[in-house]
């Protein structure tokens, strides 16, 4: 058989979900094995962690010391790295520590705090190793992973998804849940990627792919307040799956600072 460009999946501090959207693939996950080889991915059966390979994905944010160690040898091993969901790309809701004395929740869950070790902060893979793609979403979907493995193939990187879901609303001529029903919704701000998925379904939509380009936080705060939010409601709003993603981390900072004015 001839040599297919190598794969592998990482998992670091994370849920497994968006190594799920390689499973969810089904029979395409099957088509995707006879294009790639499958090296190292612990959820699906191979484990060789330690394997050089053409493309590595990346799930979960980097929380401890041995983590560090192992996201530079990651990339040591990989031609390119490309992280997948809100923790890899934005810290996940493991980076909400970051805003909070985490050594006195360690203090509080566990019996023996002292067994436990981790880093002061919890910090996307960007911040510390180079990171040729980032995926966004919690969880990321199969049709993200599939663009990704074939663009990559080519030796190109998949176009860039970062309208706001808003746009995504109006293609698929849904209602707007904010003017219909008052929903706080933070698709003016999000990227798309999901297809408007909880609009679809008559719901805010709390941000989970993270900010589109050139996001309005500003204003859609004062929406926000003007549906009746108080400061530290909006402050939650961005302060949520992706809080370390710059534009959301800041306009949570700024809500909150509202709230002790
Ligand atoms: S429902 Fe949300 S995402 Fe859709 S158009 Fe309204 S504000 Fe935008
Ligand atoms: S609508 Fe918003 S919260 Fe819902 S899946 Fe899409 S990006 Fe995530």
Redo the contacts with the bound molecule.
Sequence with gaps: MRNRPRVAIHKFSSCDGCQLAFLNLGEALLTAAELVEFVHFAEAGPVAPDEKVDIAFVEGSLSTPHELERIRQVRANSTYLVTIGACATSGGVQALRNMADAGQWVAGIYAQPQYIESLATVSPIAQHVPVDLELWGCPVTSRQIVAAIRALLFGVLPVEEND???L???RRQ??????SKG?P????V?RTGCG?LC?SFGR??YGCFGPAENPNTTALSRRFAGLGLLPEQVAQRFLFINNAAPAFHAAGLKAREDSHD
């Design positions: 706001k879901v808003c995504e609303c109006k849904q209602v707007c849940v904010m003017v929903e919704c933070m698709g003016p999000t408007a609009p805010d939509c």
